[in-house]
């Protein structure tokens, strides 16, 4: 008897040794990984971009999405604007302002497109949009436009802290609201297809500052969207100015 537990217990010891080897790494391209940070692009496979400064004409039209094409969930509805606001509000930090520096989030663009409610671009497939300081993200809105998602943040450091930004539509692997990102950490890759990608200025009540303040009819240049262009002008984003600096 003794030796029929004995055996027992020797076949468990082998079995949870042998259960616990392949379960302890870490995702490298996880939105919080360490190695997503400054270094993004290099050895990925993703293009090196060489930005083309383009001064689009105000209220000209972005490419029609047909219904073909596969752009986001076509499953997903947008929830009530009430919610959006309740997420924000719940997930807001306010962060007091500091001394520490911004980078470029927009350094792989390859063409920069028009300025409307923010500012359009390209990038090449799976490029990263990346946290210009240590962010909050704070919600993500599935289907902000054609299906496509919006995903907000708060700005944690710099004279912009306590700001929310935003970036939308042709995105994917999206960092989960809630998650404290490091400067130069991925955001979000720019997906497969889509309609480009559009970054500007938001506020906690889940509408743009676009909207917010002066309100915006489609392809038009809006005060908030020369703003953001310039924010990114100033961290070398080379966006050119399509209006007035």
């Not at 939105?31 to 689009?56: E, R, T, Y």
């Not at 306010?94 to 792989?108: F, H, K, M, Q, S």
Request: include cysteine; hydrophobic fraction near 40%; glycine fraction near 14%.
């Amino acid at each position: 008897m003794i030796r029929r537990v004995a055996l027992v217990l020797a076949t468990l010891v082998l079995a949870a040794c042998g259960g616990s080897g392949g379960s302890g790494g870490s995702d490298p391209g996880a939105a919080n990984g360490a190695g997503g940070a400054l270094a993004a692009g290099q050895g990925s496979g993703i293009p090196k971009a060489h930005p083309q400064v383009v001064q689009p004409t105000a209220g000209s039209q972005a490419a029609a999405v047909q219904p073909a094409d596969p752009v986001g969930d076509p499953h997903a509805h947008a929830p009530p604007l009430s919610q959006i606001r309740q997420e924000l509000k719940q997930a807001l930090v306010y962060a007091p302002v500091t001394a520490a520096g911004y980078i470029n989030p927009l350094r792989y663009v390859s063409v920069w497109e028009r300025t409307d409610q923010g500012v359009d671009a390209s990038m090449p497939v799976g490029a990263p949009i990346l946290a210009p300081s240590k962010i909050k993200i704070l919600a993500i809105e599935p289907d902000w436009y054609a299906g496509q998602p919006l995903v907000y943040w708060e700005l944690l450091e710099g004279a912009e802290a306590g700001k929310v930004q935003f970036v939308a539509e042709q995105i994917t692997s999206i960092a989960p609201p809630g998650s404290i990102l490091q400067q130069g950490q991925t955001i979000a890759r720019f997906a497969p297809s889509g309609t480009g990608i559009e970054f500007g200025w938001s506020t906690i009540n889940g509408v743009t500052l676009a909207m917010a303040t002066t309100g915006y009819e489609e392809g038009q240049m809006t005060p908030a969207g020369l703003s953001i262009r310039r924010w990114l002008n100033a961290l070398g984003a080379n966006a050119g100015y399509p209006g007035p600096p």
